[in-house]
């Protein structure tokens, strides 16, 4: 079983509807949870990052964090065709040392105008 | 454009050979990190270099090597490939060693074909 989980998708979504992308994980010791965004044939993108539980919002974009069961979440309100893209979430369990980062698999998003 | 490149775009080698991949960093980034994406394993940390010298290192084969040199760019060594060394690497650089959640400029990445 792999440390993070991160359904592949692909998901599509019509244009301003609410997208939902997670991610389970089972290291209880993850603290910093981040989200990347990666356009096709690009490298990725860090879009946001929480530390430890909770909510937090930047534009249309909002990350929650539920330590009490693994489970994290990216919310896009009133998405746009421009988010069409791939999702990576990922963890660490500090926020030093590249090598323990670790990302799941990604999401495949589609926005349909 | 991050305004880090990476050469070659596409590589097609066959099992056993070895290749270079080469990354230039953002003008003024002191670290380069190396990345592995493959479907079923997703994006995978290779190794870090820091003005020079490792900084940190992953899930790095033996066959795998890199080097920062003093101007700052870097190569990816890979060697006795195997067909599952197929993947897209990805170089990325940030102005200091940071943390991870530190903002790093991925490149555009160099797909690496193993026939």
């Known amino acids: 079983q792999k440390e993070v989980e991160q359904d592949p998708g692909p998901l599509s979504v019509p244009e301003g509807a609410i997208v939902s992308l997670n991610c389970t994980y089972s290291n209880s010791a993850f603290q910093y949870f981040m989200w990347y965004r990666q356009y096709s044939r690009k490298g990725p993108e860090l879009l946001m990052y929480t530390y430890s539980s909770g909510n937090k919002e930047d534009g249309r974009f909002t990350a929650q964090v539920d330590k009490s069961s693994k489970y994290i979440s990216l919310f896009i309100r009133d998405s746009q065709p421009s988010d069409s893209a791939t999702y990576l979430c990922a963890m660490s369990v500090s926020n030093f040392g590249n090598e323990k980062l670790t990302f799941g698999t990604g999401t495949r998003l589609t926005i349909i105008p | 454009d991050s305004g880090v490149t990476q050469t070659p775009k596409h590589l097609i080698t066959a099992t056993g050979q070895r290749v270079t991949l080469r990354c230039s960093p953002r003008s003024g980034d002191l670290s380069v990190y190396w990345y592995q994406q493959s479907l079923d394993q997703g994006l995978q940390f290779l190794i870090q270099?820091?003005?020079?010298?490792?900084?940190a290192k992953g899930n790095i084969l033996e066959r795998f090597s890199a080097q920062q040199f003093p101007d700052l760019h870097s190569e990816l060594n890979l060697s006795s490939l195997e067909l599952g060394d197929s993947a897209l690497y990805f170089c990325a650089s940030s102005v200091v060693a940071g943390g991870v959640t530190d903002t790093q400029y991925f490149g555009p990445g160099t797909r690496l074909t193993v026939l």
């Open positions: 270099y820091y003005n020079g010298e490792e900084r």
